[in-house]
Each structure stands twice: as structure tokens, then as C-alpha cells.
């Protein structure tokens, strides 16, 4: 297998290879089948293994990427489920619309933000991506083509988006575009002195902001426990309606040996970057991608964490919780002598989503990334999902690479009713090492009783 075909966390592949194959798509469910099933397949930006099917046969997507319609006035566009987000934007940005929820990377396809429901830094003003699909095609192996919309096959719309993939291949996405003046962004920031702080500003920045997110220093202890940066963010009334992002400002063109993401150089990183800011609030004119895709400014960041890639962490705990449960999350990284290069902190806010499996919901949600060193990260992983399932939270699968199936039971109580809707002839590593373990493990017990 291509190593294009990897994840992004970029976890080590089995000791025989991966053996899933390129796999043609036509108007027709493919008729290519597998005992270990099919699985479409975006851009491989999911960090585990939601995008893999090591046994099986993956779908490529991404030469179906034909935007089919756009309508400038209503700001509507139709597109086949392979076009990257950056390409939705160069198209409509001339006409003043934008994407309404966009991911850290805009490398994502429109079947890929659809699949995962994707959230962005405005959660709490538009929801999530789900939120803004009028409609798709479905490919089923067992029922054809199906148009899904909130009025019609309503239970597949549901199922499809935040399913993961396993519903069947989409093939278009009908997006309803956010308007905006311009893509230029109005940025406003805050030096956090402490965790305390960001809470203290967290729900004000909502509601005076389209954007906010925190940047937040793990490796600080003491009183400057939780500091770094609040970064807000509205789109300016004039600027850019390119849509263009720049190119990127450097390449990271091998894996190194070891990762120089971790310790004193981390430390030191981490100093730099909270000086920068000034103390007080600082407002200024950013480009939109470097405010929204900071990450894409370098390509391959990812392989800076090493030759045994990295694991990252995403949960979401409830508001009530979010300042003790942020914090145990952060000292239990510390606690296990491992420092986290990216550790984001966002609030969710109520806007519920269409999606049977959505990820976010009304809370904080706390992002943290760390090189792969076997079993003492897999060790640290797992107490971090204790922790954020105890608090009443749950841990994002598309960011996993390997939760326990009872974390992801508990994270998704529905899960089941997308295991009823999902193709027959789909299936991913993700589901097989969660959800069907806890399928098999509950028949187990019924033949026992």
C-alpha cells in the first residue's frame, strides 16, 4: 500500500503492509467486494484509523473533484465528494461567501468534513459542518443510490453525517456557503496569565467574536499553570476575496529520528511563543489561512513527531466540569513526564447537529498531541480518556487510534443505531476494534445467559 495511503498520525502500519488496494468508483456502488469490506476514503487527514481498512479494500475519492454548481446569490454550491475545502473557497471567496465550519486543515475533502462532522474555532455561532448540508448522494450496496436530505431518507442523513463512512459512498454534497465581507480576518488576542484566566474570558470571547480558540502552554506549572494565548477572530469589512492561501513557508522533507517536539527544546518553544504576545490585547489584519490553517504553512508538519508518528487527543467534557476536568487532563500529561507540542482549548456552545454521532457538544473541548513512545503514551492515552469519560465527557474517534471499545461505548450511547444503518459491505478499522468488539462481546453474554 501507497504511503499516501497512511493516516496522519502516521502510526506504524501492520508488520505485513496494509494490503488495501485503489479501488475504481463508477455510478454504482463499486463491484469490487471484500470479507473485510470496502471503506470510501477522503484525504487521509483523520489521525487514526477512521480512514483505514487495513484487510479490506479502500475507496479513493479524490478523483472525483468536480464542483458542479455554484450559485453566487444564494450561496449554495453542489460538489462531488472529493473536492478539497481550499478549492470550495478559491471558488466562492470572488462572490463574498466562505466556508461556515472549517477544520484546522484545508486539505480535507467535502466527504471527509461531512463523514467526521467536522467543528471549527466557531462552534458556538454555526455548530458543526453537519449543520450546513442541504443534501447528498448516498451509494448503498443493498439500495442503490439515495438522495438524503432532512425530508427525505431523513435516517440516513442522520446516520451519514458524523458516520464515519460507514453508511455508504457519498458522491455529491449539496453546502449552504456563509456570507462574509471579506476573507481578511480581524484578530484579536489576549495573553492567558493562567488557566483560571481563560475561563474567566472563555464565554465573553463567544459572544463577542465569530471565532475563538486558546493556545494554551502545557508544560508551564505553578502559578503560570494553563497560560498562553485567547485568539479571536471576526471577518474584517474589506480584504481579501481571493480564497488563495499562500503558499507554505517551509517543508519538513524527512522523518527524523527522534522527535524534536519534546523536552527542553518544547520547553523552549513553548517560552517563545507565549513572549510574542503582547500583555495587553493586541488587535490586527491577519490572512485568513494563517489564522485558520497555521498548520498548513508547514508541509508534513507531521513528520516532526518521529518515526512512530503521533497520537493525539481530543475530548470534550461538560460545561459544568470544564475548569477541573481541563485542568486533571493537562496534569495527567505532566504527571506522566510527556509534553503535548499543540494544546488547543475551545468552547462548544448548544446548537445541536443533524449527525447520529456528532462529536461536539455544549462544553470545552481540550486537544492535546504527543510523539509516539509506545507503551508509556498508550499508558497516558488511556488514563486521559478515564479521565474525560469520568467527568461525564467523551474522546473524538477521528482523532483516536486506540480507545478501548467501552470508552467509545460511553463517548456514543447511539452507537448501535448506526451499526443497524451502516452499508453491509462497509467497514473500517476504527469500527472493528470498537464497536464490533462490543457487538460480539454482548452476543457473547446473551449465549451465555
Not at 453537519?130 to 439500495?143: H, I
Request: proline residues 7%; hydrophobic residues 40%.
Amino acid at each position: 500500500m501507497s504511503d499516501r495511503y497512511g493516516n496522519w498520525g502516521r502510526t506504524p502500519p501492520p508488520p505485513d503492509g496494509r494490503r488495501a488496494v485503489e479501488a475504481p468508483l463508477g455510478d454504482a456502488f463499486p463491484g469490487l467486494r471484500s470479507p473485510a469490506g470496502l471503506l470510501p476514503r477522503g484525504n487521509g487527514r483523520s489521525y487514526g484509523d477512521t480512514c483505514l481498512n487495513d484487510a479490506g479494500v479502500l475507496v479513493d475519492m479524490r478523483g472525483r473533484d468536480r464542483i458542479v454548481s455554484f450559485d453566487p446569490q444564494d450561496g449554495v454550491i453542489e460538489a462531488e465528494a472529493g473536492v478539497l475545502l481550499h478549492e470550495i473557497t478559491e471558488r466562492v471567496a470572488p462572490h463574498g461567501w466562505f466556508l461556515p465550519v472549517t477544520p484546522g486543515t484545508q486539505f480535507v475533502t467535502l466527504g471527509g468534513a461531512l463523514a467526521n462532522d467536522v467543528h471549527g474555532k466557531n462552534h458556538h455561532r454555526r455548530g458543526t459542518f453537519g449543520r450546513w448540508v442541504e443534501s447528498f448522494t448516498l451509494l448503498r450496496s443493498d439500495l442503490g443510490a439515495l438522495t438524503c436530505s432532512r425530508t427525505q431518507n431523513a435516517d440516513f442523513f442522520a446516520a451519514t453525517i458524523g458516520g464515519l463512512g460507514l453508511t455508504g459512498i457519498v458522491t455529491r454534497v449539496r453546502l449552504r456557503l456563509l456570507a462574509v465581507p471579506s476573507l481578511t480576518i480581524r484578530e484579536t488576542t489576549y495573553r492567558l496569565s493562567c488557566l483560571d484566566d481563560y475561563f474567566a474570558r472563555a464565554t465573553e470571547a463567544d459572544d463577542r467574536h465569530e471565532y475563538a480558540v486558546a493556545w494554551i502552554d502545557q508544560l508551564a506549572k505553578g502559578p503560570r499553570f494553563g497560560r498562553g494565548h485567547l485568539i479571536c477572530g471576526d471577518h474584517a469589512g474589506s480584504g481579501d476575496r481571493t480564497g488563495r492561501a499562500r503558499r507554505p513557508l517551509l517543508s519538513v522533507p524527512f522523518t527524523p529520528p527522534v522527535s524534536p517536539l519534546r523536552g527542553l527544546a518544547l520547553k523552549a518553544f513553548n517560552e517563545v511563543t507565549f513572549r510574542k504576545l503582547r500583555a495587553e490585547e493586541a488587535t490586527r489584519d491577519v490572512a485568513f489561512d494563517g489564522f485558520f490553517y497555521p498548520l498548513d504553512r508547514v508541509e508534513d508538519w507531521n513528520r516532526l513527531y518521529g518515526p512512530q508518528g503521533l497520537h493525539q487527543h481530543q475530548s470534550v467534557v461538560p460545561e459544568a466540569m470544564g475548569r477541573q476536568a481541563v485542568r486533571a487532563l493537562m496534569e495527567c500529561a505532566s504527571a506522566h513526564g510527556q509534553g503535548s507540542f499543540l494544546t488547543v482549548l475551545k468552547r462548544f456552545g448548544d446548537l445541536p447537529s443533524p449527525g447520529l454521532l456528532s462529536f461536539p457538544r455544549r462544553g470545552y473541548t481540550l486537544t492535546l498531541d504527543f510523539p509516539n513512545r509506545g507503551a508509556p503514551t498508550l499508558a497516558l492515552m488511556d488514563e486521559l480518556d478515564r479521565i474525560a469519560i469520568e467527568a461525564g465527557g467523551a474522546v473524538n474517534p477521528y482523532k483516536d487510534a486506540r480507545m478501548a471499545p467501552g470508552v467509545f461505548d460511553a463517548s456514543f450511547p447511539r452507537w448501535r443505531m448506526l451499526e443497524a444503518m451502516s452499508d453491509p459491505a462497509i467497514r473500517s478499522d476504527f469500527w472493528t476494534r470498537t464497536a464490533l468488539r462490543l457487538d460480539a462481546g454482548t452476543r457473547r453474554l446473551g449465549a451465555a445467559a
